[in-house]
Structure formats: C-alpha cells, structure tokens
C-alpha cells in the first residue's frame, strides 16, 4: 500500500500505462494528452536532473507557477527525491517570492517563464542560498535567459535542457535505481510542500504538509463521494498551488482519472467545457454565482416565450426540490423537526409539482446541463460556502454541486457534503475526523447554536516552517486545530460554517452578525458583481459594490437610460436599481434581522482583482480592501 505521492503515482502507472493523464493546449489551442507513462518517464527524468543539481531529501524546491502541465510533473519530480516543494502563483508579489524562498533556504527555484525570471533575478541579493532556477516554459529560448541579467553565480536552465539531460544520465541503471529506492524509502510525515499563507495581516505564514495529510485524504473523500472510476475527466481551473485545486489532481491521480487545464473565464470556461466533456470540475462559489447570474441575464435578453418558460419552470423546479428534501428528510435540522410533520406538509406538492419539474427538464434544464457536457457528474465547490440561492438553482435544474469546506492547515479538506445524500447547508466530516464547536468559554455547544469550531484528525498540518510560537497560536499538544471559522451542528450530526470569528461585525448597539451569508446572498443578484459588506463599532452597515457592469448597462438600455460606461456609477438611476436590489434580497422574508439590512453603499468603478483585494482562492482580502478603500469606507460611515 503507498504511503506517500510518488508511491501512489507509481501503483497508478503501473496499472494503467496507457491511459491520459494530461490534456494540455497547444500553440494551436488544442487539446494534447500526456499517459502516465509518458509523464512518469519525465518525472524521471526531471527528478535525475534535480539530483544531478544537488537536490536531496529534506531539502525545499521552489515552484512559482500557475497552472500548466509542466507544474505536476515538476511537483512528482520534487516529491519523489524526498524533497518538498514551496509553492506559489503568478500573482505572488516580489516582496513575497522574496519572504518564501529565503526563509525556506530554497537552493533550486522554478519559474514559470521570463517575467516570473525577472521577479526572482530582481531579488536574487536577498537569497544567498538560491543557486540554480529552471523556467518551465517550453516556449522560452536560451537566446532570452542568455540576454537577461543574473548573477554569475546562479545558473538558469530550460524545462526541455532538464528533461533531456535528465535522460542521459537515466541511461545508467545505477540512476533509475537509486530513484526508485528514493521513492519506495520515502516515509509518511515526511513534508512534502510548505504553502504559504497569503499573509494579509502580516508576514506569510508556511504551512507544512506531509505526505500522510494528502493521503489520508485520498482515502476518506472517496467514501463521501461516490462514483469516482478510473478514464474520468477533470477539468483544472483554480491554482493548481493552492492546496485546494492540488488536493483534486492528487484525486485524479489515484483513481487514474485525466486532468485537462482551463482558465476560470466565461468564454474559455464555456468552449473547454464543450470540448473535454468532464465528469468533475473543482471551482469556487463565485464561478457557480457567475454561471447562473449569466443564464438569468441570457433569459432575460432573450426575452418572449423562451424567457418566459424558463422563469416558470425555474420556480416549479425551486419548489418541487423544496419539497422533495423535505419528504426525503434531506433538510438541514439545526431545530429539531417532527418526521411525520414533515412529509404530511410535503408529499401533496411534491406530487403535484413533479410532472411540471420533468416537463421543465425535458424543455428547459437539459439544455443548461448540456453545457456543462454530457458526462457532467458534480462541480466540487470549495474555497467558501455556497449561498443558499445558488445551491438551489443549480440542485432544483438537476446539476449536482458538492460543498466542500478546509483550510490550508487541513491540507485542505476537513468534510464534504456527500453526494448522494446531499442536505444543503451542511456537510459531514471526513471519516477519521474529529470535530468540537466550542463556545467563548470553551464549552460545547449544543445543536443549533453557534461557536468555533475545532478540528483533529491525520489531515492537520505539522505546524508554521520556522514559526512554534504562531503554532501555539492555533494547534493545541493534544492535536486540536482552532480553524478560526464559526460553525453550527445539526441535531443529525452534520454542520454548516456560518462565519469566520475575525469577520464577526459588532456594532455599536452590541449587535453580533456575520457579513458572509449577507455577501452571498446580494451577490446572486444579476446586477451586483462582488460586495464587501462592513460596519464594525458603527450605527448600521455599508457596503461596497462593484457592479456587473455589462446586465447594468443592458437595464439602462432597456429603460432608455443615456449612460457613459465611466460614469455609470453615479447614475442615480444606478444607484436607485441597486437600492431596490438590496432592499429585495436583504429582509425578513429572506431569514435577515432589521441589523443585518445595508443602510448605505458605496459603488466601485473597477472590479476586485486576484492579488489585489481577491486572495488567489478569489476569497476576499478583508484587511487589505480595508486599507485601500480607507477614503470610500469613511464616506459610507460619515455623519
């Protein structure tokens, strides 16, 4: 039995040879596909090459990269001298390239091409020990690195010299052997990676991650989602540096599973979907938010009798799957529910709605769920939970999306809402997990109420690389991680996260509430593209708004609304379209206190960017929004 990644990827080549691994574009834009042992002899190669530059066991490998096919086989190559890799994307700023490879002593770096190069060069007095980069793109010339300044010192080779210098020295048995035993000599709590935290309120913090994190995983996830099978598709679209999106190509992996390589952008997103036909796609909440605010607007421009059926079967479909789960008993139990109630209330509509739901899915639903393709079986979201009325459209039109919760320090995954017996909100712990919801005073809570929420299980990191005091901080002796996330427990034994206790607003009244649900649900509104919700130690709450400017600019056209796109924020016929969308989504009706509603907003001209307010999971970056809009949030609260 493999106890560690190299181990597990070689079990899988060994049984499966022949079948893709890898779908990558070409220059052309088409698809390539990669077997494993195609990929498995590079691996070789490139981890003969890393040994013949001095890598060894313990040692720690830079990877500045995002996602593309030459990232795993580097990550494999690492992983298989015993070496562990550090790990980050393109947006990283140089200021942090700087932090993560000096503090890790990297002595091997990878690049993704010339710009990230240069990033490194431009700090190569602040690392000492940085002796050897390699860029991993193909594209990239000996004429261009020759024609950059590095230090004298330190050698830049190409992914293509490393590959086939690599196969040289294979040629002697005695290498491919001593590969081999590196590999099957490999322990479990060896560290494979160190992934640093995005450190938006100080310095980044490195998380160690051993081999065992990974695959306990490997072998729990499967046990709450059924149906993975060997050939299946996986489209990659999140950073493949993160340990999310990770953790899902080591899925792919030990189920001899094909991974193919898109972009999160609609139209790419969309034609890749067309052309690889996945079985699964990991994502984030804010993709699912983007796909079905692009439907509603598509209807709504469409208009006539197409717009009109779909709006009608639409709502058959939210109140049949209602319905449903409530005669399934598949309703979240954050009060404890009367059984018997519950299906005398449901059975009659279910029933009588059930001939319109197929009739909508055979009109309506199965050409939405075509473009997903026709081997579509689950979106596995994570990175964030999905709003309420996001997981109900796609559920109610027959599109399976799995909720996911983890943090970096769970390598990531702590539960998964199964998919079989899904109940919206919730989700159940991975097998092996132990969970604890504690209150301020460090009780347990009891069904139905909130508290934080504690985490042990074989998942949880060894601690911060070179930091036992911030380990303290978080990890108890006995192996309990404070994940920092609030939680509630059904009376079945699922939860829900239902904030993050540094998000907690207070305001002034004393008032305790979290901005996320409110986030989410204003963020299903076609018209509204991100928002940041704050108020802390104030009267009321404010939001900043960065609108989705092309439905807003289509409403305007509708209405005969002269409009500058620049100025389209000031429009007070804008800003009455926004009021009225918050007032619609944020009240009673929708579960919210008279508290919780926006008193005042503030609209952006520029969307939030990865790097920038957006965290590379596209979560937001609180601390750093706060400081960059410290002019617009002081308007918001003024007077």
């Known amino acids: 039995m493999y106890q560690t990644i190299p181990q597990l990827f070689e079990t899988i080549v060994e049984k499966y040879p022949s079948v893709p691994v890898q779908l990558s574009k070409d220059e052309k834009g088409v698809f390539q596909p990669i077997t494993y042992r195609q990929l498995h002899d590079e691996v070789y190669a490139l981890a003969s090459a890393l040994s013949f530059y001095g890598v060894?066991?313990?040692?720690?490998?830079?990877?500045?990269?995002d996602n593309r096919k030459?990232?795993?086989?580097?990550?494999?190559?690492?992983?298989?001298?015993?070496?562990?890799?550090?790990?980050?994307?393109?947006?990283?700023?140089?200021?942090?390239?700087?932090?993560?490879?000096?503090?890790t002593e990297a002595e091997f770096c990878f690049v993704e091409n010339i710009a990230q190069l240069k990033k490194v060069a431009s700090v190569l007095d602040q690392l000492p020990h940085l002796a050897t980069l390699a860029v991993l793109d193909q594209k990239t010339t000996r004429e261009q690195v020759r024609d950059l300044a590095v230090k004298s010192d330190v050698t830049v080779l190409l992914y293509s010299e490393m590959v086939?210098?690599?196969?040289?020295?294979?040629?002697?048995?005695?290498q491919r052997k001593a590969i081999r035993e590196g590999i099957a000599n490999t322990d479990a709590e060896e560290i494979a990676t160190i992934i640093f935290t995005s450190g938006t309120t100080?310095?980044?913090?490195?998380?160690?991650?051993?081999?065992?994190?990974?695959?306990?995983?490997?072998?729990?996830?499967?046990?709450?989602?059924?149906?993975?099978?060997?050939?299946?598709?996986?489209?990659?679209?999140?950073?493949?540096?993160?340990?999310?999106?990770?953790?899902?190509?080591?899925?792919?992996?030990?189920?001899?599973?094909?991974?193919?390589?898109?972009?999160?952008?609609?139209?790419?997103?969309?034609?890749?979907?067309?052309?690889?036909?996945?079985?699964?796609?990991?994502?984030?909440p804010r993709i699912w938010e983007a796909v079905r605010s692009?439907?509603?607007?598509?209807?709504?421009?469409?208009?006539?009798?197409?717009?009109?059926?779909?709006?009608?079967?639409?709502?058959?479909?939210?109140?049949?799957?209602?319905?449903?789960?409530?005669?399934?008993?598949?309703?979240?139990?954050?009060?404890?529910?009367?059984?018997?109630?519950?299906?005398?209330?449901?059975?009659?509509?279910?029933?009588?709605?059930?001939?319109?739901y197929k009739l909508g899915n055979l009109l309506v639903f199965?050409?939405?769920?075509?473009?997903?393709?026709?081997?579509?079986?689950?979106?596995?979201?994570?990175?964030?939970?999905?709003?309420?009325?996001?997981?109900?459209?796609?559920?109610?039109?027959g599109i399976k999306l799995v909720d996911g919760y983890g943090l970096t320090e769970t390598a990531p995954?702590?539960?998964?809402?199964?998919?079989?017996?899904?109940?919206?909100?919730?989700?159940?712990?991975?097998?092996?997990?132990?969970?604890?919801?504690?209150?301020?005073e460090g009780r347990a809570v009891p069904p139905g109420e909130k508290g934080v929420l504690f985490v042990r299980g074989p998942q949880v990191m060894s601690g911060y690389f070179k930091r036992p005091d911030l380990t303290k901080t978080v990890l108890s002796e006995d192996g309990w991680l404070n994940t920092g996330d609030l939680a509630m427990r059904t009376h079945h034994g699922e939860f829900a996260i239902v904030g993050r206790a540094k998000d907690t607003i207070v305001l002034s009244g004393g008032e305790n509430l979290e901005p996320v649900p409110i986030e989410a649900k204003l963020a299903e509104s076609e018209f509204i593209e991100q928002v940041v919700v704050l108020g802390q130690d104030r009267k009321h709450l404010g939001a900043l708004i960065v609108l989705n400017k092309a439905r807003v600019a289509e409403y305007l056209k509708e209405k005969n609304i002269p409009y500058l796109e620049e100025t389209m924020t000031h429009l007070s016929e804008v800003k009455e379209l926004i009021g009225k969308t918050i007032n619609d989504a944020i009240n009673a009706k929708s579960g919210f206190k008279p508290f919780e509603h926006i008193a005042r907003f503030k609209l952006l001209s520029k969307s939030f960017e990865v790097g920038k307010e957006l965290s590379a999971k596209q979560e937001l970056k609180r601390f750093e929004i706060d400081k960059m809009y410290e002019e617009e949030i002081a308007e918001l609260f003024a007077g």
Do not use: C
């Not at 990232?71 to 015993?82: P, Q, T």
């Open 70 to 103: 030459e990232w795993l086989a580097s990550d494999l190559a690492i992983l298989s001298l015993g070496a562990a890799d550090v790990p980050r994307g393109q947006d990283a700023m140089t200021h942090e390239v700087a932090f993560i490879l000096g503090i």
């Open 202 to 284: 100080g310095e980044p913090k490195g998380v160690m991650l051993s081999h065992r994190n990974f695959i306990y995983q490997l072998e729990a996830i499967p046990k709450l989602i059924k149906g993975l099978e060997p050939e299946q598709r996986w489209l990659s679209v999140l950073p493949v540096w993160h340990s999310f999106e990770r953790i899902l190509q080591y899925v792919a992996l030990s189920n001899a599973s094909t991974i193919a390589y898109s972009k999160p952008l609609g139209s790419i997103l969309l034609n890749d979907l067309a052309v690889v036909n996945p079985h699964w796609m990991g994502s984030v």
């Open 164 to 174: 086939a210098g690599g196969n040289l020295l294979l040629q002697d048995s005695k």
């Open 294 to 356: 692009g439907v509603f607007a598509s209807m709504k421009k469409t208009g006539g009798i197409k717009a009109a059926l779909f709006f009608f079967f639409t709502g058959v479909a939210a109140r049949y799957a209602k319905n449903r789960d409530l005669l399934l008993g598949r309703v979240a139990a954050f009060k404890k529910r009367n059984r018997f109630v519950d299906i005398i209330r449901s059975v009659l509509p279910a029933a009588l709605l059930f001939p319109l």
């Open 413 to 440: 995954v702590i539960s998964i809402r199964p998919l079989q017996k899904s109940i919206k909100r919730t989700m159940t712990a991975l097998e092996g997990t132990e969970l604890k919801i504690l209150d301020a």
């Open 366 to 397: 199965s050409k939405i769920q075509a473009k997903l393709g026709t081997s579509f079986i689950a979106g596995v979201s994570g990175g964030g939970s999905l709003s309420e009325g996001v997981d109900l459209f796609f559920d109610s039109i």
């Open 56 to 65: 060894k066991r313990g040692d720690r490998v830079g990877l500045i990269s």
